[in-house]
């Protein structure tokens, strides 16, 4: 098969995660919900909003996941409820983030903070953990009955998050 052909095959490969990151990624995200949390200049982290060097990290770690919206079963509160991470430029151009818990109880959306607004250089991402049992880099142990979630800096910080009981509780994954 000649080099030209080679070339091409690999191009229509890599169609689907090119259309992908160009695309609004909800993670199934209901517009209820997703009205709700994006108020007062506040918008869901895309893959755009990354940088080049984070996107690649992105692509290569979390192919078929959404930067801004991991989708499970988070808090005893709802069996179906999403983590979405947020981002704002202030009046003086600083990017703000934050994380939201977000569901449906009788058909109302809910909204709880997760991780309150803190300024970033760049924006930080969401992903889901199942349940299990995990080990923090500082020695953290925990045994998590329902899903959890990563919020990272994708060349930098993480630390996982989950719920227990209706309290929010963390550990550092990264550094």
């Not at 803190?118 to 500082?138: C, E, Q, S």
């Amino acid at each position: 098969m000649s080099f030209s052909r080679w070339i091409l095959i690999a191009a229509l490969i890599s169609l689907p995660a090119c259309g992908r990151a160009e695309s609004t990624c909800l993670n199934g995200l209901p517009d209820t919900l997703r009205a709700a949390v994006e108020q007062d200049t506040w918008k869901i982290v895309q893959y755009n909003d990354l940088s080049q060097a984070d996107q690649r990290v992105w692509m290569n770690n979390h192919p078929t996941d959404c930067t801004g919206v991991a989708a499970g079963n988070f808090s005893p509160r709802a069996k179906q409820s999403f983590i979405v991470a947020l981002i704002q430029r202030d009046g003086q151009n600083i990017l703000l983030e934050k994380v939201d818990l977000v569901y449906l109880k009788k058909n109302q959306p809910i909204v709880d903070s997760a991780i309150a607004s803190l300024a970033v250089a760049t924006p930080y991402v969401v992903w889901k953990l199942n349940k299990g049992r995990y080990l923090g880099i500082d020695g953290t142990k925990a045994s998590i009955p329902r899903n959890s979630f990563v919020f990272e800096k994708l060349v930098g910080p993480a630390s996982q998050y989950y719920y227990q009981g209706d309290r929010l509780r963390s550990f550092v994954l990264s550094r």
